[in-house]
């Protein structure tokens, strides 16, 4: 769950110079009260009371219908493509630093490798992707650690200045960051797509978002800190500069670690999206929206291979472009998502009272209110910024929420017209 939700703190570093150190540090604080958290609570309750695979697609359909549910499933497996494609290109970014002629095919060729290799490991199960997970973390989090205890030795500055860019315009410094903060603090709910193959999911599942989501925002919030306390440089701060920052903290040895580090925890990441995500087109293929054939599983290792293998190919074409623009156009996908999903909690609260709750969200009507309207709430204001900052993502975000409908209405006239078929030939 760690390796899906956070990795470890790299790919915020935009943030600091778009946003300014002081709202950056900011946001790594209180968008979890707004957005991990809540999503969050509707998890551990809802995995508790559906363990079943497919997880929010699930609990979508079951509390809205199958237009809605659909809409779920499909909005989060198209953001997948968005999002394994940023890791790759993030993974390539970080290996560049290493060798400067990594550019254009050659930057795309790294991370197909990568992406053929993350698909090899899904395809041998969930053990192998959790084993393989554990590893790459503690590996992380060793020179993270370090920079940590470094950097606030060598505090000089005043991390949260100045709070915002000066001579910028406000739209542009608050809609950016937060949805990058929003991306960075995405994901909550995905382990709930795997809860079958989870021993235990009613017990396993709280316990572990009860540790994930304060160790997800100490590993953001902590190595900022002191990164910027120890060298107060936050216009130099660009994709990728963790690992210049722990040279110029701990000296080269930090740093090439901390290099090694991004690029691992860029593979974790990847690794844990292809598990979530890749069981969402098997959940919709088992109830009749996408082909059956993609709910075959392996002869070996039962996992849904043909799926896995469609999502690498798509990921490995999105890695043609830059972090930036998926990043943009996937935020659209993964609010939209996560609305329903938080939604879902209250309908089903109203709908099915009888389901066994092994974990209920805290504070009984207030506390629903709270993990279903601060979400909505931050959903609008990231959307309404985005018009202002990001031109990108308002050209293709919303086509990108369209591709729902259309392949929903495609879906049903084809059932349709097999269901005639089938009439008139008996």
């Not at 953001?79 to 254009?104: E, K, Q, W």
């Not at 009984?364 to 309404?384: D, Q, S």
């Not at 031109?391 to 086509?399: A, C, M």
Request: glycine share 8%.
């Amino acid at each position: 769950m760690f390796s899906y939700t956070t990795g470890g703190p790299f790919g915020l570093e935009a943030m600091v110079t778009t946003s300014g150190p002081g709202m950056t540090l900011l946001y790594l604080l209180l968008i979890p009260f707004f957005w991990c958290i809540p999503v969050s609570l509707v998890s551990a309750e809802l995995t508790t009371a559906m363990p079943v695979e497919g997880g929010f697609y699930r609990w979508s359909r079951a509390a809205f219908g199958d237009f809605w549910g659909f809409l779920a499933g499909w909005w989060n497996w198209s953001a997948s493509f968005l999002l394994g494609g940023s890791y790759a290109v993030l993974f390539s970014d970080y290996l560049s630093s290493y060798f400067p002629g990594i550019v254009g095919w050659k930057h795309w060729l790294a991370s197909f490798i990568l992406i053929a290799l993350i698909a090899w490991i899904n395809i041998r199960g969930i053990q192998m992707v959790g084993k393989a997970a554990t590893v790459f973390e503690v590996f992380v989090f060793i020179p993270v650690i370090a920079m940590i205890v470094l950097g606030l030795a060598k505090w000089h500055h005043n991390p949260f200045v100045p709070f915002v860019p000066p001579k910028q315009p406000f739209p542009t410094v608050f809609g950016v960051g937060l949805a990058l903060g929003i991306w960075l603090y995405s994901g909550y709910e995905q382990l709930s797509t795997v809860a079958e193959e989870v021993e235990n999911p009613q017990r396993t599942y709280p316990r572990a978002l009860a540790l994930v989501v304060p160790l997800s925002v100490a590993t953001y919030f902590l190595p900022t800190l002191a990164a910027l306390a120890a060298l107060g440089n936050w216009q130099q701060w660009k994709d990728g500069y963790f690992p210049i920052a722990a040279q110029l903290i701990g000296g080269p040895w930090l740093g090439n670690l901390m290099t090694i580090a991004a690029m691992v925890g860029t593979v974790a990441l990847l690794n844990s999206t292809v598990l979530t995500t890749t069981r969402m087109p098997y959940a919709l293929a088992e109830d009749g929206y996408l082909p059956p054939f993609l709910t075959r599983k392996h002869p070996r290792y039962g996992t849904p291979w043909i799926a896995i293998l469609i999502s690498a190919a798509i990921y490995a074409s999105l890695a043609l472009h830059t972090l930036g623009q998926l990043i943009s156009i996937y935020v659209w996908l993964r609010a939209a998502t996560t609305v329903l999903t938080v939604l879902s909690a209250w309908a089903l609260r109203r709908k099915r009272p009888d389901l066994p709750r092994a974990f209920r969200i805290p504070g009984g009507r207030l506390g629903l209110a709270y993990v279903v309207a601060l979400p909505i709430v931050m959903t609008c204001i990231v959307i309404y910024t985005l018009r202002y900052s990001d031109p990108i993502s308002l050209r293709w975000g919303p086509w990108a929420l369209a591709t729902g409908p259309v392949v929903y209405f495609v879906v049903k006239w084809f059932a349709k017209r097999a269901a005639l078929r089938n009439a008139n030939a008996r």
